[in-house]
């Protein structure tokens, strides 16, 4: 231990996107910076950094997290999925069908949390989606696009 406290580093291994990653951490270091700094996957956004704005979500053991709100730490042993991750789901498509994005910088953290929705409530009313959207924000007001998209997607798979 040479240095400060926080500057100690932990090695760690994450499964992500189904694939194993070693990186050398502090303590502190949330997933969200892990991600991106250590490994190299930015699609999880830095937005608000407080847990308020949904750009930075992912998956963790199959449930939106936002990853700015977790250390990495916190995520050893769990299966981690990141937009980079989702190969040809029928949300992806649905966003660009549907126009459900404008400048993109939350598209990622949205595609996440109804990628969730569509796996864990395939039958979600206009109320349940309300909800779940509720979780990010579009600085942009591309919320009906985002609604029709998912509903899409629902309804294909139902």
């Keep these: 231990m040479n240095g400060h406290p926080g500057s100690v580093k932990f090695e760690i291994e994450l499964l992500v996107n189904d694939k194993s990653h070693h990186a050398a951490i502090r303590a502190a270091d949330t997933l969200l910076r892990v991600l991106r700094e ?43 999925a990141t937009i980079e991750g989702l190969r040809n789901t029928p949300i992806q498509q649905a966003f660009v069908d549907h126009f459900a994005f404008q400048c993109g910088f939350c598209t990622p953290g949205f595609i996440m949390v109804c990628h969730a929705l569509a796996e864990h409530r395939p039958k979600a009313g206009d109320d349940v989606i309300q909800e779940w959207l509720q979780s990010n924000i579009c600085r942009c007001t591309s919320y009906e696009e985002i609604g029709a998209a998912i509903k899409s997607v629902l309804r294909w798979q139902g």
């Design 38 to 80: 250590h490994l190299g996957l930015t699609g999880a956004k830095a937005g608000c950094e407080n847990g308020d704005c949904g750009a930075c979500t992912v998956h963790v053991d199959g449930v939106p997290i936002k990853s700015c709100m977790m250390l990495a730490i916190e995520a050893r042993g769990s299966r981690i």
